[in-house]
Each structure stands twice: as structure tokens, then as C-alpha cells.
């Protein structure tokens, strides 16, 4: 029962730790926004007779821009926390459903790209454990670093123009969508069915595989040198002894020793991959998060810069949060202090 | 600082309004077509015929003209008439501003002198024509291009000179140290100060040998001596890579002799700009590098040996900055700052990228700390200034150095991806603005493929080199740090 109570300790703590991190976030973002140049009424406003003061006045009474700077941290507090988002300066739709809107892509990407990066580094990491030395281990550890070094955009750019013309004029070779996210010229509006959804992961292989395989030399690295670590081990010697088989030695008693440093590589990689999620958008014109970023820093909206940032840092804070607990729960020698 | 998408017309929803612009343009053309007088008066014809004898006015802009940054250009257009009957002459100018980083900007002014004030870098097109009142016309066109004023002494040097005020800093202190043992006829050097340096001496022999055993190690330094020469002598070897041709035969040129990768959408070559830019691309790295691990390891010091709940406030801010991602920060502190230069890049890279090695390095303190020999000089009454100075930091200090090295990977690493998202130094040639560049024009579809393939290959390979070495170091520095 005691360690059920340290537990119970450890989330609170925890916890309390993420709702700090999370309002320092808030309070970081409202303060970097703010010294943006620019004015942003001024851009939506065109210049001219036609539009005068009042307009200009009605939208800084809008957003709070004349009070002072405490009152609009104030408010803008206020506001994030009761999901009161407010209204895009360009689009003039509410900001929280352009995010929530835009964040089911980016999580569809990111989600997709993740497990792909997950399932294959383990593989990649764990054979080439087991055969270290090898060719495929030398040849695996040398790819893996090559990929780690890449600029995920670079990488991006390479495949989209491998992907969409017959390179050496083989005509069997494979096109894929170049950019968007469904056929919309085939299919209209979205609308869930069958062949649109089909059409969504078509569109989604592309930018998935090149986030997975921009991060998976990490993993791979990592699982690879746990394992070695792990296979030197003398109970690993003894499940051998028992005439355990090579699969099953690797399966029940060397991967599960690989999990927890993957754990926390992951967790602490998630910025690492939001951060390459937005190159992705960027170069496939895939409508998430990252892509709208760089429209609202174009058009100094602010209100939707404002919480892609803090929605970003939110997801970092809470994955990290999800994999402390993770950690806890698969290696019971943590104790996280 | 704008930033274009590369597909805003989807976005904002324009083909919606496809079908409607449509129809008014067509209205609009229907319209024209029937105001536009079918056929000119016969009158006109005529004179026309009678004044074809001579060549109409001339122009005359004035000559071409090269002015630095900043000038005010005085355009005196002038003009001679045909004939003396042809009335007075209409003056227009066709301005043509074109650069790398605005694009292609038009302007027309009427009347016959212009000033232009030449604020940015480029080459203006500046066509005058001249009409007169029959509406015979002559057009005179002149350039005049825009460089960058001549550095002063201070702009050209200002890292060497820091560097150098470094070294004189440390010269001097140990020339200080020395008089003052020469005066109060201390001998020079110590018994302590000659085991001390034979220590030194061994312990670096120790690395090297190791060093020069890990492979991987071994292959990142000799990856960063390549790429070093190229950094110290690319910019001198490499040809003029900031004006832009004007001659569209020397554009998008396949590789060739004389281009051995080809030349870009603004006929400048593409190895030259693959030299000059190793220098810019690896000194934002390394500065950039350096910058965030001083600032890491001052407040991981700083947080680490303080404790309680100053420690506490300091993690929960790091934690802060940690938890943004990555990019994103520096993408919103970039498009803050608006216009960056070179500088303005480092420092952005550098200010945001302490976090990790601030966490890093008060793990290690908070070790350190503990050890006896804190204790002991505490209790001899050293000073915190003095335990963090001589015992704590000499101590972190390995871990740092090897932490910096895989820090420059990930600078040039992130340098490159703002110059990609349109957050580029202005007026200059990085690894990053070639890209940048490159795909703004799409090269992969004019067949342009190495202005792609060889800025980013250099990347890989520079970042692969820093953390080659990166990791090698930091196996053989702190072994036990790590478990990897």
C-alpha cells in the first residue's frame, strides 16, 4: 500500500507541475506576441476614406488592444481558460474552431507518422542489436544517421518531387499527391465516406513517412544501444541457458529493458517532431496546425498565433506528463523524485 | 516580415469566386470591346503617313548609374522632338525594381526628373519613354543597380575582433600573473604548476588516443576539417553571389564546364554560392552554438548550486521554454523581430536554445555539489563565486564543451529551416536561402536539381560531422553520464 501512496504523491506533484508549466506558457506567449511589430488593425483595415476611425476603434475595444498591457494579460488569461478564444483579425471565424479544426490534421499526422516511427525503430533497432556487427547493422546504423542529420524539409521536397514525375522514365513507378490533404477536385466537400477516407491516407503517405523517417534514426539509435546494453546482461545468458529460443530471449527479456529510455525519447522528441510536423505542412500544403501558423505570422493574426503556440505547448507538457507516468508504470526501479 | 504560403489561393477559398470574377471580366471585355472605336479617323491616318518621314522623339535617360544602398538617384530624363510641330513631350517612367528578396516591384512615375531613394539592394530597370502629342514615342532604358555601401572596418571584423579581445583578455591574465611572480621573485613556474601541466598534458594525450580509436569520432573530425577549409577560404574562392545577372542566357544553366552545378534562377552559380554560403551556414552555427551554451550552463550553474526554491522558479521557466516546441518559438521570435540580418539570425538561434543544456547541466552540479572537496573548500572559506568558478565549472566543463558540439548540428540544422520558412538573413547567401530559394522557384520542375541536392547534402553531412564528433566526445568525457 505505501507505494500506491509515494504513486498518488508523485502524480500530485506532477500535476501540479503541468498546470504551472502550462500557465508560464500562457503568460510567455501573451508577452512574445504582444512585442510583434506591426499593428495588426491597421492591416485588416485598408487604408482609404472609405473605412474610418470607428472601425479601427470598434476592433481594439474588439480585442482589448486599448487597455493597458496587465488588463489584456488579464483578459487574455481569462479568456484562454474559459475557451473563449476569440475571433481571427483575417478569416473571421472563432480561433478555437480553426484550431480545433486544424489540430485533428496535425494529430492524424503526427498520430500516423509516430506509430510508423515507433514500429519500425524498434524493428530496425532491435535486429540490429541482435546482429550486431553485421551488414545490416553497419548498413541500418549508418542510414539512421544520414536520416538524422537531414532537414525534415529537405527530405520533404526530395520525395514530393520523386513522388510526382516517372524518374529514369519508369512508367510502373508510383505517383503520389504532391499536396492537400484529400482528392477535393474528385470528392467536393469532405464528406466521411469510404472512398474519401481511402483518398485521406492516399494523401497522407507522403507527408507521414517523411515526419517518421526524419525522427526514426533517433529511435532506432537509441532502441539499438539499450539492447546492447541489455543483451551483456547475465539473466540474459541464463534465458538462454533455459533453451529459451533466440526470438523469445529478444521477445521477453531483452525488449522490455528497451522500453524505457524509448519512452523518454519520445517524449522528449514530441516538440522535436511538432516542430518538423510544421516543415511537412508547410512543403505539402497539409491544412494543420503548422500551416496555419505561417499563414497567421504572414497576416499577424495575432489571436490565432496566440494559441497554436499555447495549444502546442499544452500537447508537449501533456505527452511528457503521459510518459513520466508511462515510465513509472513500465520500469518499477523508476522513482521519480 | 510577410510570409508568402505557397498555396494561398486554396486556402482563402479564391476558387469560390472563380465563376463570378469570371463573368465580370467577360462583361467587362464586352464592354470595352464596344466603346473601342472600330476604326481611326481618316484624318489622323493621314498625318500619320506625312509624319512616318522622320523617327519621332528620342529619349534619353541619362546613362547607366551604380549607387550604394541608401543613395538618393536623381533621374533627368530629356528628350528631342521629330519635328517642330509635335507639340510637347509626355514623359513616362517604367520602373522595374527587382531583387532577391522582394521580388520584382513596378512602378510608373510621370514627368520628366525622378528621384528614387534606393533603399534596397538590386537592380532597378528604369525605361523612359518619351511621347509626344501625335503620340509618336521613343524609349531610352537604363539600369541602375544597388549594392550594399562598402563595409566599415567594424562590420567586416567584428567576430574576429571579439575573438581576439578574448585571447589578449586570457594573454593578458597570464601575463599579469607572471610579472607579478617576477616581482615578488616567486619562481615562474611552480613544482605544483609543472605537475599540474604534465597532468594536463596526459590527460589530453589520453582523449586523443582515445579519439583517434572511435571510429565514428575520427570520421566527424575529418568531415569538419574538409568542411572548415571550405568555411575559411569559400567566401574568397567563390565568385560575386549577391547581384544577380541580367543577362537571361546565364540563367538556369545545366551543369557545364565552366558551372560544374549549373547556375540558379538569377545566373549566379551554384558552387559559388555552395562556398560562400559554408562560411555564413557554419558561423551561425557555431556563434549561434556558443550563445546558448554560455547562457545554458550560466543557469544551470547558476540554478543548480543556489537550491531551494530560486532553483524551483528557474527549472519552472526552463520548463516553459522546453515544452514550446522547438521550432515554433523560434519561428514567432523571428517574425517578431521583422527584417533579420545575419546577426539578428544567431542571436534568435542562440536565445532560444539554452534550455536543454541548462537542464543537462544542473543535473551535473547538483552532483558535483555534493562532493567532498566543496565541502573542504567551503569550510576554507572560498567564496561561491570562487567553488562555482575553480571547482564546479571546471568540472561541468567537459560536458558542456561535448554538449555545444551537438548544439552547432541542431544550429545549422535550424538556421536552415527558417531560411526555409522565409525567416532568411536579408542580403545574404546561406545553405538555408539557397534552399529557400530554390524551392520558391521550384527547381525540381526547371531541372535545376543540384541548386536543391547540393545545399542540402552539405547540410547533412556538416551536421552529421558535429554530432559524430559530438557523441564521440561525449563517450569519452563523461562515460558514465549517458547510459547509451
Request: charged share 15%; with cysteine.
Amino acid at each position: 500500500m505505501a507505494s500506491r501512496k509515494t504513486f498518488r504523491r508523485i502524480l500530485t506533484r506532477r500535476l501540479v507541475n503541468v498546470v504551472i508549466t502550462i500557465f508560464g506558457i500562457m503568460v510567455l506567449n501573451f508577452f512574445l506576441i504582444h512585442f510583434m511589430p506591426g499593428d495588426p488593425v491597421q492591416n485588416i483595415v485598408p487604408r482609404g476614406n472609405k473605412y474610418d476611425e470607428s472601425i479601427r476603434w470598434a476592433l481594439y475595444e474588439k480585442f482589448h488592444l486599448n487597455d493597458s498591457l496587465p488588463e489584456q494579460l488579464a483578459w487574455y488569461l481569462w479568456n484562454t481558460i474559459s475557451l473563449d478564444w476569440g475571433t481571427s483579425y483575417i478569416l473571421n471565424r472563432s480561433v478555437s474552431s480553426i484550431i480545433f479544426q486544424d489540430m485533428r490534421w496535425t494529430a492524424l499526422l503526427v498520430g500516423t507518422s509516430t506509430f510508423i516511427m515507433i514500429l519500425l525503430g524498434v524493428a530496425i533497432g532491435a535486429l540490429s542489436a541482435y546482429r550486431r556487427g553485421s551488414a545490416f547493422d553497419v548498413g541500418a546504423t549508418s542510414i539512421s544517421l544520414f536520416f538524422y542529420g537531414m532537414p525534415v524539409f529537405w527530405m520533404a521536397l526530395i520525395l514530393q518531387a520523386l513522388f510526382t514525375t516517372h524518374p529514369l522514365g519508369m512508367s510502373w513507378w508510383p505517383q503520389l499527391p504532391p499536396s492537400g490533404y484529400y482528392d477535393s477536385d474528385r470528392y467536393g466537400h469532405l464528406a466521411w465516406n469510404l472512398p474519401v477516407i481511402l483518398s485521406i491516407l492516399k494523401y497522407l503517405i507522403l507527408p507521414a513517412t517523411v515526419l517518421a523517417v526524419g525522427s526514426l534514426a533517433g529511435v532506432s539509435l537509441v532502441m539499438r544501444s539499450a539492447l546492447v546494453d541489455t543483451m551483456t546482461e547475465d539473466f540474459i545468458l541464463t534465458a538462454r541457458a533455459k533453451g529459451l529460443t533466440d526470438y523469445g530471449v529478444l521477445r521477453h527479456h531483452a525488449l522490455p529493458n528497451g522500453m524505457p529510455p524509448m519512452i523518454a525519447l519520445i517524449a522528449m522528441d514530441i516538440a522535436f517532431i511538432i516542430g518538423g510536423a510544421y516543415q511537412v505542412e508547410y512543403v505539402f500544403n497539409y491544412p494543420g496546425i503548422g500551416f496555419r501558423t505561417i499563414d497567421a505570422i504572414g497576416a499577424l493574426d495575432f489571436p490565432i498565433l496566440q494559441f497554436i503556440v499555447v495549444v502546442g505547448g499544452i500537447a508537449v507538457v501533456v505527452a511528457n506528463f503521459i510518459a513520466d507516468m508511462l515510465l513509472y508504470y513500465v520500469d518499477p526501479r523508476i522513482k521519480i523524485s | 516580415m510577410r510570409i508568402i504560403t505557397r498555396s494561398g489561393l486554396g486556402k482563402c477559398g479564391l476558387w469560390r469566386h472563380v465563376p463570378t470574377s469570371l463573368l465580370l471580366v467577360a462583361a467587362i471585355a464586352l464592354l470595352a470591346g464596344g466603346l473601342y472605336p472600330a476604326d481611326s479617323q481618316d484624318s489622323e491616318r493621314e498625318l500619320a503617313i506625312v509624319l512616318a518621314e522622320d523617327d519621332g522623339p528620342t529619349a534619353n535617360a541619362g546613362g547607366n548609374q551604380n549607387v550604394t544602398k541608401g543613395a538618393i538617384v536623381t533621374l533627368n530624363g530629356s528628350g528631342s522632338m521629330g519635328f517642330e510641330g509635335a507639340g510637347n513631350l509626355n514623359f513616362t517612367w517604367n520602373i522595374t525594381f527587382s531583387n532577391r528578396t522582394a521580388g520584382t516591384q513596378l512602378a510608373d512615375l510621370y514627368g520628366m526628373n525622378q528621384t528614387i531613394h534606393a533603399n534596397q539592394t538590386g537592380v532597378y530597370t528604369i525605361r523612359l519613354n518619351v511621347t509626344d502629342s501625335l503620340n509618336r514615342t521613343g524609349s531610352d532604358t537604363i539600369y541602375i543597380i544597388v549594392t550594399e555601401p562598402p563595409k566599415t572596418f567594424l562590420e567586416k571584423n567584428w567576430l574576429s575582433l571579439i575573438i581576439l579581445g578574448v585571447l589578449l583578455l586570457i594573454g593578458g591574465v597570464y601575463l599579469r600573473r607572471a610579472i607579478r611572480n617576477l616581482r615578488a621573485g616567486l619562481p615562474m613556474i611552480t613544482e605544483a604548476g609543472q605537475e599540474k601541466i604534465k597532468l594536463t598534458v596526459k590527460k589530453t594525450r589520453k582523449i586523443m588516443k582515445q579519439l583517434v580509436k572511435n571510429r565514428m569520432g575520427i570520421l566527424g573530425i575529418i568531415i569538419l576539417i574538409a568542411f572548415g577549409i571550405m568555411a575559411v577560404i569559400g567566401p574568397s574562392v567563390a565568385g560575386d553571389v549577391k547581384t544577380q545577372s541580367e543577362d537571361p542566357s546565364t540563367m538556369r544553366q545545366k551543369p557545364s564546364e565552366d558551372h560544374w552545378l549549373g547556375t540558379d534562377n538569377y545566373g549566379i552559380d551554384i558552387l559559388d554560392e555552395l562556398f560562400y554560403g559554408a562560411r555564413t551556414s557554419m558561423v551561425v552555427g557555431v556563434v549561434s552554438a556558443i550563445i546558448a551554451s554560455f547562457l545554458g550552463a550560466a543557469v544551470g550553474l547558476y540554478s543548480g548550486y543556489v537550491g531551494g526554491w530560486k532553483d524551483e522558479v528557474v527549472m519552472r521557466a526552463n520548463d516553459v521554454v522546453l515544452s514550446i516546441p522547438w521550432l515554433v518559438l523560434m519561428i514567432i521570435v523571428a517574425a517578431m523581430l521583422g527584417e533579420i540580418d545575419l546577426t539578428g539570425i544567431i542571436l534568435i538561434i542562440g536565445l532560444t536554445g539554452w534550455s536543454y543544456t541548462a537542464r543537462l547541466v544542473r543535473a551535473q552540479v547538483l552532483s558535483i555539489k555534493e562532493r567532498q572537496y566543496i565541502e573542504r573548500a567551503r569550510s576554507i572559506g572560498a567564496s561561491d563565486l570562487n567553488i562555482i568558478g575553480r571547482h564546479i565549472f571546471p568540472n561541468t566543463f567537459p560536458m558542456i564543451f561535448a554538449n555545444t558540439i551537438l548544439t552547432v548540428a541542431v544550429s545549422i540544422l535550424s538556421e536552415a529551416t527558417l531560411s526555409f520558412l522565409h525567416l532568411r538573413p536579408v542580403g545574404e547567401v546561406t545553405w538555408g536561402t539557397m534552399l529557400s530559394f530554390a524551392s520558391d522557384n521550384s527547381a525540381f520542375e526547371n531541372g535545376l536539381h543540384w541548386w536543391i541536392l547540393a545545399p542540402g547534402l552539405c547540410i547533412v553531412v556538416v551536421v552529421l560531422g558535429f554530432t559524430l564528433l559530438g557523441y564521440a566526445l561525449d563517450d569519452i568525457l563523461n562515460p558514465k553520464l549517458r547510459h547509451r
